[in-house]
C-alpha cells in the first residue's frame, strides 16, 4: 500500500503539471503542451496487454520496479535536458514503463488475499491507497513547484524519488505473485461405465 501510495503522488506530479512545464519551460502552445501526457496515456494502452505478459513470465514485482526504474530514469534526464525535441520519445517510453507498474499492481494486490471472500477488501485497500495519493499529491507537489520558485522542471526531480521511494517498499514485497493453477484428472473409471451411469441403446 505504501508503495502505490508513492508511486501515483509521483506520477501526480507529471499528470498536473506537465502541461504547465510545456508552456512555460519549453515555450509550447497551450494547445500542443496537453499532447505531452497524450502521448505517454497512448504508450500505456498500447503495452498494456504486453505488459501482462511480461510479468507472467517475469514476476509482477521485477516488472513493477522495472517500470518505475525506467520511468524515474527518464524523467531524472529530462530535468536536465530541457528539450522540446527530447521530452516526446521520453513520456512514450515512460508511458511504456508506466504500463508495466499500472497494469500489474491491482492484481498483485487481489492475489495477497488469503480467500475469495478477501477480493473486495484488498480491492477496496488497493482504491484506498490510489485515491489517497490522488487527494495528497496535488497538494505535495504543489508545494514543491512553490517552494522551488514556480520552476515546474522540478517535477522531473519529485517524481523519480516518490517512485524510487516505491521501489524500496516494493523490495520487501513478498507476496502476489501470479497463483498457479493445477488441474485435477478425474477418476479413472471402469471399462463401459461412466459418471452419470450406464446408458442404453433403444
Known amino acids: 500500500m505504501g508503495a502505490i501510495f508513492c508511486w501515483f ?7 498536473t503539471f506537465l502541461s504547465s512545464y510545456g508552456v512555460s519551460e519549453l515555450g509550447m502552445s497551450t494547445g500542443m503542451a496537453p499532447m505531452l501526457l497524450g502521448v505517454a496515456s497512448l504508450a500505456f ?3 498494456a496487454i504486453p505488459s501482462g505478459f511480461i510479468a507472467a513470465r517475469f514476476g509482477r514485482r521485477r516488472t513493477i520496479i522495472l517500470g518505475l526504474g525506467v520511468f524515474a530514469v ?7 535536458l530541457r528539450s522540446a525535441t527530447l521530452i516526446w520519445p521520453i513520456m512514450a517510453i515512460g508511458g511504456l514503463g508506466w504500463a508495466l507498474v499500472n497494469i500489474n499492481s491491482l492484481p498483485m494486490v487481489v492475489d495477497t488475499a488469503a480467500s475469495d471472500a478477501d477480493l473486495g477488501t484488498y480491492t477496496g485497500l488497493y482504491y484506498f491507497a490510489s485515491q489517497a495519493a490522488a487527494v495528497a499529491g496535488p497538494i505535495i507537489n504543489g508545494y514543491i513547484v512553490e517552494l ?26 513478498t507476496k502476489g505473485e501470479a497463483k498457479e493453477t493445477t488441474q485435477t484428472q478425474p477418476e479413472s473409471q471402469p471399462p463401459g461405465s461412466s459418471e452419470e451411469g450406464p446408458s442404453y441403446a433403444a
Open 74 to 80: 527518464l524523467l531524472a534526464s529530462n530535468f536536465f
Open 45 to 47: 494502452l498500447i503495452f
Open 148 to 173: 522551488g520558485g514556480g520552476d515546474y522542471n522540478l517535477i522531473f526531480v519529485a517524481t523519480p524519488a516518490f517512485f524510487v521511494l516505491a521501489i524500496l517498499l516494493m523490495l520487501r514485497v
Open 9 to 15: 503522488v509521483g506520477y501526480n506530479a507529471v499528470e
